[in-house]
């Protein structure tokens, strides 16, 4: 990795005199390009705004293997902060072109929030795989990644420490391992039956991994299946909704079946509420975060209505913000025109009004 402050090549809107830019140098990315999905390679740890940062890339996705996703996280303990972040291809060839998958997106880290869960950001659809095969960006074999991170506003508990840097330790592959059980079906002791479609699990890790509501189901009676084990029944779920859900309880990840891209407008909008529903049968609070902050990085002028009465069903404040904030940017003539907003506008004219009353304060209407 290297450091560069002051790179007239950067891309983006920020002041370079108070910015730390990044070169992430990853070889060999053959070796690693069936890494998993969910699997990445970390950089080396930095330093900015009086914290510890590194990139994570990677080469198989992070929801989906059709594109390489990028993250940046914050490994500072204790700390809270707002930052501002474009991230970048270099071609270190001859042309010295640069693709920009992101330009000054501001984030906010929290190390002290639902388990770190905002210690990273990621830009899950970096660049489709099969273009940055084939792409410059891609020469001998080898990727450079680039950052540009300014850091607005940190603040930190005293005493606190960087995490040291990551490099002499492997990434921890627990999460793929857990998968591999899940898949593997082996020593399944329990099968959960989804709209006629089985799925095998393992009472221990049901019982260590989920709360009060699944335990209850796994102390009720429901039968034995042909292979003798524990049968339950789920009514009322979409089976691709509920391995969602299985999964993560075993991977700590989201990963869904099909990529949200491949599904039509009212696809979307169906696999977002069965999503939040899940989270809200279950009483999987970590899981229903990590859909909110999905839904608010694939928000869509066809799909954001719908979303926002979902956010608001399902007390989702944070996706709710986001919602109504894409609406009442540039994109709220376009909003306007579609099915969604046609459905919001009659059955939920109070969300309608706060969207027009932060609209009014922000002085864009």
Known sequence: MRLDHNSPTTPGAMDASRATHVLFELPNYSQHRDLGTGSFLRSATFHAGGCAWSLRFYPCGQLSSKHVAAGLDLMTEDAVVTASYDMWLVDDGTTGALYSAVESDKAEFDMRCVEGFLRSWCVYKFMKRSELEASPYLRGDRLVLGCALRVVKATRVPGSQPVADELAAP???????????????????????????????????????????????????????????????????????????????YTDRLQLRQDMDELSKDGRVEMAH????????????????????????????????????????????????????????????????????????????????????????????
């Open 274 to 365: 069965g999503l939040l529903a899940a989270a809200e049968r279950f009483d999987m609070g970590r899981f229903k975060l990590v859909c909110e902050r999905m839904l608010s990085k694939s928000l869509a002028v066809e799909t954001v209505a719908a979303t926002l009465a979902l956010a608001d069903r399902y007390n989702c404040g944070g996706l709710k913000e986001d919602c109504i904030d894409f609406m009442i940017s540039s994109r709220m003539d376009d909003v306007a025109r579609t099915k969604g907003y046609a459905v919001l506008k009659e059955n939920h004219p109070l969300l309608l009004v706060e969207a027009l009353e932060k609209a009014g304060k922000l002085g864009k209407v």
């Open 171 to 249: 990434p921890s592959v627990l999460a793929e391992d857990m998968g591999r059980l899940l898949d593997d079906d082996e020593g399944a002791d329990v099968s959960f039956n989804v709209k006629g479609e089985i799925f095998g699990a393992h009472r221990v890790v049901l019982r260590v991994r989920t709360p009060e509501v699944f335990h209850a189901m796994l102390h009720r009676h429901h039968g034995m299946d042909d292979r003798g084990r524990s049968r339950i029944f789920i009514h009322d779920m979409e089976p691709a909704v509920f391995e969602a859900v299985l999964r993560f309880v």
